[in-house]
């Protein structure tokens, strides 16, 4: 019987290599920077991956060591989906598949509108774009060229429905600049995401089907 916290469980799995990219690689973000207003910001909207975010933010210093113990556990902080109120260093709360996108357009128009050079890094799975409030923003953010956005999208084939042309170009057909890569190869993950122009959205589309 696998263990109730396990942390090569099969969507973690999928999903650990592009966090860790994002923490170690990308981010323009500390423990000590965690409060300040030009820092980039990460979004998972695909919360039930919380172990994997959980994971990378003990190894950076976000939260302690020792709260992994008690994960998921009835006292604990650190339950199946994150909640930013009780999570140092995450940015929103996760719960119903589709928001986080929404409010990463909402962050980059209001951090915009005060001259505020900071990016948005938003985590989603492919099922998620079966959800209307994804289509929405994905047109607004390509409408009003929102330049500081990156989305990864993790294609791990569990959609309900699929897309003529492929999960890209969902988003190019808004304007939006795009990148397929291995979802498990940090060097390719890393040049995917670095290669956003600043002048439009940008999306990653990271293939990684699980390990176990």
């Known amino acids: ?13 999928s999903t650990l290599d592009v966090i860790w990219t994002l923490y170690d690689r990308i981010l323009d973000v500390t423990p000590a920077t965690a ?24 190894a950076k210093g976000f939260i302690p060591a020792e709260w992994m113990d008690t994960a998921f556990g009835p006292d604990s902080r650190l339950g199946t989906h994150p909640d930013r109120t009780l999570v140092p260093g995450a940015e929103i ?11 990463a357009v909402g962050t980059a128009l209001g951090l915009r509108a005060q001259g505020v050079d900071a990016h948005l890094y938003v985590l989603i799975g492919d099922a998620e774009l ?11 953010a390509g409408a009003t060229s ?6 990864i999208v993790l294609d791990n084939d569990s959609a309900s429905h699929g897309w003529p042309g492929g999960i ?3 988003f190019t057909a808004h304007g939006w600049t795009a990148t397929d890569t291995d979802g498990r190869d940090h060097d390719a993950i890393e040049k995917a995401v670095r290669a956003h122009d600043g002048r439009h959205p940008h999306v990653v589309i990271a293939r990684a089907t699980s390990r176990i």
């Open 1 to 13: 019987m696998r263990r109730a916290v396990d942390p090569l469980y099969g969507p973690e799995d």
């Open 35 to 58: 409060d300040d207003i030009a820092r980039d910001r990460f979004y998972l909207s695909k919360g039930h991956n919380a172990h994997a975010f959980y994971s990378v933010l003990t």
């Open 93 to 103: 709360s996760a719960g119903s598949l589709g928001h986080g996108l929404p409010l």
């Open 130 to 140: 079966d959800e209307g409030s994804n289509h929405e923003a994905i047109a607004y």
């Open 146 to 151: 929102l330049g500081a956005l990156t989305v």
């Open 168 to 170: 890209a170009s969902r």
